[in-house]
């Protein structure tokens, strides 16, 4: 079994920054490709950004120039770093991985932008 478990969320004021972790814990041979997903309240969850198992990114246009994804694969672990941060950043943020044909979702944790 895997478990991924996110860290790093809490309140911050618009324009500053946080650091978000994911860590996969478990029976892990390797690891595809990771993710940040968000969800507002009341919205669906949508895509921030992914990083495959090789490093390559992809992000949201919303998200483009301000946050930047990266892993460690000797710790199995996803990070988000945001940066300039705006109240419409405030969501439920899951990290998800890749592992052979599964798909595996951690718990959420919560991200506030506001003064």
């Known amino acids: 079994q895997v478990q991924l478990v996110e860290s790093g969320g809490g309140l911050a004021q618009p324009g500053g920054s946080l650091r978000l972790s994911c860590a996969a814990s478990?029976?892990?041979?390797?690891?595809?490709?990771m993710g940040w997903y968000r969800q507002a309240l009341g919205k669906q969850r949508e895509l921030v950004a992914i990083?495959?198992?090789?490093?390559?990114?992809n992000y949201a246009d919303s998200v483009k120039g301000r946050f930047t994804i990266s892993r460690d694969n000797s710790k199995n672990t996803v990070y988000l770093q945001m940066n300039s941060l705006k109240p419409e950043d405030t969501a439920v943020y899951y990290c998800?991985?890749?592992?052979?044909?599964?798909?595996?979702w951690g718990k959420g944790t919560l991200v506030t932008v506001s003064s």
């Open positions: 990083i495959s198992s090789s490093g390559s990114t």
């Open positions: 478990g029976t892990i041979f390797s690891i595809g490709a």
């Open positions: 998800n991985a890749r592992l052979a044909l599964t798909i595996y």
